[in-house]
């Protein structure tokens, strides 16, 4: 039997303030179970600790033998559907309220280009069913899904990406049928040009829901945060531009009521902070992080050789909430453990949204280092 135990957090304001219910059994990491939290994701992202995002899809299925350049990826979740369930059960069961759905790479222009087309309405909604029925079954705190609309095109080549028209209605088409089928948000990953940021966000807001757009971002050898643009592979075509020229520019082009997210993603976690910071001097809104570890191997795997430990993660997590993180996870490279750690890490913190009057402007112990 697990013991129960209230969590009481103690507040800048000088009140106790009951964050949630913390179980565990002995040799178990502590879940907290969100009694006290709202229960829509809007609700919960301006109260309680920050929103705790899952790991990766992707090179969680590569340490399973899953090769992410073919179309076995593109069929998982109706060839191998147990597989994606499992892991995503792996994060639910570590603490994860915020899971994203496989749908990274299931784009219409994606599958018509692999002769798939005619599974671009089952492989999405699979995705986001899948998900559901696992973290439900496996933990049961409250959790919600990301449909992810990414900026991947056919052969991990960003030149055979659609105009920005019939880009705009592919993403609108897959961000439909991931509502439909029960996604709370839907995720825009991977993107690093600002027309990308513009049409995408159009098309994902035709369904309803709140979007998180996903940049991803990088330092030059000033240290200045920069909108990644230029890979060493054709997955980016474009190039780096300064993050803080190109955020307003992108955001007094966002859809007019669109419940907006901006996320640093895809990032290596010392890049995180100085991003964080860029963003929050021209967005007021929430913020989410989940950065990548290890490499790419581009032969469809992973490299981990240098990937953080799940405590430096925890670390780093307590970072980026004491930044103003509302949403914070993992990337490329993280996985269940690091989820495990994170959440544990997190479960304690107390939001500065929910306190009174300002009061609790520092709103977690943390002391933050300039990075
Ligand atoms: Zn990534």
């Given amino acids: 039997m697990g013991r129960e135990v209230i969590v009481m957090v103690e507040a800048e304001c000088g009140e106790k303030v009951s964050v949630g219910m913390l179980t565990s059994s002995p040799g178990e990491m502590p879940v907290v179970k969100p009694t006290d939290l709202p229960a829509d994701l809007p609700g919960r992202l301006n109260t309680g600790p920050p929103v705790r995002m899952d790991g990766a899809m992707n090179t969680e299925l590569a340490r399973r033998g899953f090769t992410f350049t073919t179309a076995e990826w593109l069929c998982v979740n109706i060839d191998a559907p147990e597989v994606v369930a499992g892991i995503h059960a792996g994060y ?12 990274f790479s299931a784009a219409r222009h994606v599958l018509e280009a692999a002769g798939l087309g005619d599974r671009f309405e089952s492989i999405n909604r699979a995705s986001v069913e899948l998900c559901r029925e696992a973290i439900d079954a496996a933990a049961p705190h409250r959790q919600w899904i990301a449909g992810s609309i990414s900026t991947y095109a056919a052969g991990h080549d960003r030149r055979n990406l659609p105009g920005l028209h019939a880009l705009e209605r592919n993403v609108a088409d897959q961000a439909r049928v991931l509502a439909v089928a029960g996604a709370d948000l839907i995720a825009l990953e991977m993107m690093s040009d600002a027309d990308l940021c513009v049409a995408m966000a159009r098309g994902a807001a035709e369904a309803g829901l709140p979007v998180l757009l996903g940049l991803i971002c990088v330092r030059d050898a000033s240290g200045r945060v920069m909108l990644f ?43 995180t902070g100085p991003a964080i910071a860029v963003v929050r001097a021209g967005w007021d809104g929430d913020i989410a992080v989940y950065p990548n570890t290890g490499a790419n191997n581009l032969a469809g795997g992973w490299d981990w050789t240098d990937a953080q430990t799940p405590e430096a993660f925890a670390a780093s997590c307590e970072q980026w909430a004491a930044r103003g993180a509302r949403l914070i996870g993992g990337c490329c490279g993280y996985g269940p453990e690091h989820i495990r750690a994170m959440s544990a890490r997190l479960a304690g913190l107390q939001s500065e949204a929910s306190c009174e009057g300002g009061a609790c402007r520092s709103m977690t112990s943390v002391q933050t280092n300039d990075e």
């Fill in 92 to 103: 639910a069961a570590a603490g994860a309220e915020l899971h994203i759905a496989n749908s």
């Fill in 229 to 271: 643009g230029r890979g060493r592979d054709h997955l980016y075509a474009g190039e780096n531009v300064p993050l803080d020229e190109v955020l307003p520019s992108i955001l007094e082009r966002m859809p007019a009521g669109l419940r907006l997210i901006i996320a640093v993603m895809h990032s290596t976690a010392e890049d």
